[in-house]
């Protein structure tokens, strides 16, 4: 990957600099607090800062970048939080935490970048621009939880959570967790102001947690919806809407493989759109977990003819370099 190129118009001897290309970073919530750890504030600042080596590359190799993180662990931990605090301070609902996390971790992503940046020799800005998502508001995926946040839980928590009339269910790896409506995103209603930032340079952290759902009332506005938007679905909408060249979503397994879980999984180094929905129609992808990034890489590529590439956050920079993970492209 190369950065910007300059040419030389034909009009009056006048330069014209092309238009830096635009990468989408989709950081999963689990690179900041691991599934297997309950991180403190001061783990998940080292976890941040580990993960942003790829962003640093792309960002010193020329490109323009807008980042987008999960917040799965994060939120979960919030609602735990409210629960066991909720005799003494009102709680809060799901949507204000979706977006109190985006600030948090956003501050923390937005710190370690910009030392990050600073000490690769990079002046490049940093910011976080908390990001309301637009969903509808009857959408079916909140009447049917599918969208797994937080840790794994207890059975004896797990119980308590389904007798309160919350939804509980088993994830790939068999760990109970809550599960929570996650309807798929229509629009990024600050996309201009992402836009404008990141056409001057800055590096942009947006749709934190996937952003804060809102549906437009036709009497109120823009009121709040109790849901979590999956970020890599959310990423490729901002991608797509910026006219990003690449989507890279960073996870926790080096690259997609058909038949996760099962004897006959196996990598998948290259997948046309074609081949990815053939697949995601044999189910072949985790329900919840790598089928949104899969579905969010063929919307992308479908729409803008980008690339997308999808693999594990230790081997982002060789994914960066075009060496490492799944790359989906149109043919």
């Not at 976080?128 to 797994?148: E, G, H, M, Y």
Request: proline residues 5%.
């Amino acid at each position: 990957m190369t950065g910007p190129r300059r040419r030389v118009s034909g009009g009056g001897g006048r330069r014209a600099v092309e238009t830096r290309r635009t990468a989408v970073v989709a950081l999963g919530g689990n690179a900041l607090a691991p599934s297997d750890e309950r991180s403190t504030i001061a783990d998940q600042f080292r976890h941040t800062r580990q993960s942003l080596a790829p962003v640093v590359d792309l960002v010193v190799g020329g490109w323009n970048v807008c980042v987008v993180h999960g917040n799965g662990p994060q939120v979960g931990d919030e609602l735990l939080r409210n629960e066991l605090s909720r005799n003494e301070t009102a709680p809060l609902p799901l949507g204000v935490l979706v977006a109190a996390t985006a600030g948090w971790i956003g501050y923390m992503i937005q710190q370690s970048l910009e030392n990050a940046l600073r000490h690769a020799g990079s002046g490049r800005d940093v910011v976080t621009v908390i990001t309301q998502v637009q969903v509808a508001r009857d959408d079916p995926a909140l009447r049917n939880p599918l969208k797994f946040i937080g840790h794994e839980l207890t059975s004896e928590r797990a119980d308590a959570l389904r007798a309160e009339g919350q939804v509980v269910k088993a994830d790939a790896r068999g760990r109970q967790r809550r599960v929570v409506g996650s309807p798929p995103p229509i629009a990024i209603h600050e996309e201009a102001i992402i836009k404008a930032l990141v056409k001057r340079g800055t590096v942009v952290i947006a749709c934190g947690g996937g952003g804060a759902p809102v549906y437009l009332d036709e009497r109120l506005g823009w009121e709040g919806v109790d849901a979590v938007i999956d970020k890599d679905l959310a990423a490729a909408v901002l991608a797509r809407d910026l006219g990003a060249a690449l989507l890279l979503v960073l996870t926790d397994v080096d690259a997609v493989y058909a038949h996760w879980g099962t004897p006959a999984q196996r990598p998948l180094d290259r997948l046309s759109i074609a081949e990815a929905e053939a697949l995601d129609r044999e189910a072949a992808f985790g329900e919840g977990s790598m089928a949104p990034k899969v579905r969010a890489a063929i919307d992308f590529v479908r729409r803008t003819g980008g690339r997308a590439i999808i693999t594990s956050l230790a081997r982002g920079q060789a994914a960066v370099r075009g060496v490492a993970g799944t790359t989906l492209t149109a043919d």
